[in-house]
């Protein structure tokens, strides 16, 4: 894929209007109540941060995948979940106050652990004489990219409160068209490609993502968290912030590689779907009244 105006505009301006929705739902709260469930947060950023990683490489690396894509799924694993994932939580009566707890120490990490990850998945895969490192320069790109509207929208909560009220469903129904048209953007430049590219990336994305929610759910369980704090954590790194992984990959002031947004494109059509049925499954398994999608 070539990057284009498209991807040049399109993917900054469809990522602050996220991350603005984002920062509009937090507060310094959010952060502090660390404090309150640490065990929960710390089994959430084991899985997030150190695991998530290690089992998308394992999956890259067993499923054959061009060095490319491969690089495209770890750049996956690397993001953050967003509002999205806050948003299935609920329906699938999860803990949402830790789905938000993880979504804010998740975006403030991710400035660190994206460089990190990326680096050595380009090294790894693409070879040390074509790898890109994510220098200072990239990295202070990458706080102003993620963290800038995250900001931008807790001091607006804070300081005006009445102004975030009015601009909180607008941004959240800009984000949630700007995901969509993300998405179809990245699959129409490369529409003569598509199909080859889904039957290459397509069930090593769907590989990580039923692994992602597993683990997420699965492991909390055995830290003998609650099954609503489980549910929080699965489908909070279930549910990645594909949008913010395909601007890393596309934005030319970055890694200008979109054959490598394709993966996280791939991931969002899929996780939608996936994310339901696991929201179903496991209210299901709880009583006669699932939540419905």
Known sequence: MESSALTAVLLPLALGIIMLGLGLSLTVADFTRVVTFPRAVLVGLLCQMVLLPGVCFVIAKQSGL?????????????????????????????????????????????????????????????GDSRAVPLQFGKVAQIFVIVLGPVSLGMVLKKKWPPLSEKLNKPVKLLSAIFLVLVVAATVIQERAMIGTYFQQVGAAALAFNLASMLLGYFLPRLARLSRQQAIAIGMEIGIHNGTLAIAMASSPQLLNNTTMAIPPAVYSIIMFFTAALFGWVVNASRGPKPAVF
């Open 66 to 126: 061009s060095p490319e894509l491969a690089v495209g799924l770890m750049l996956l694993a690397a993001s953050p979940g967003g509002v999205t994932a806050n948003l299935y939580s609920h329906l699938a009566k999860g803990d949402v106050a830790l789905n938000i707890t993880l979504t804010a120490v998740n975006s403030v990490l991710a400035v660190v652990t994206l460089p990190l990850i990326v680096n050595f998945s380009l090294e790894h895969f693409l």
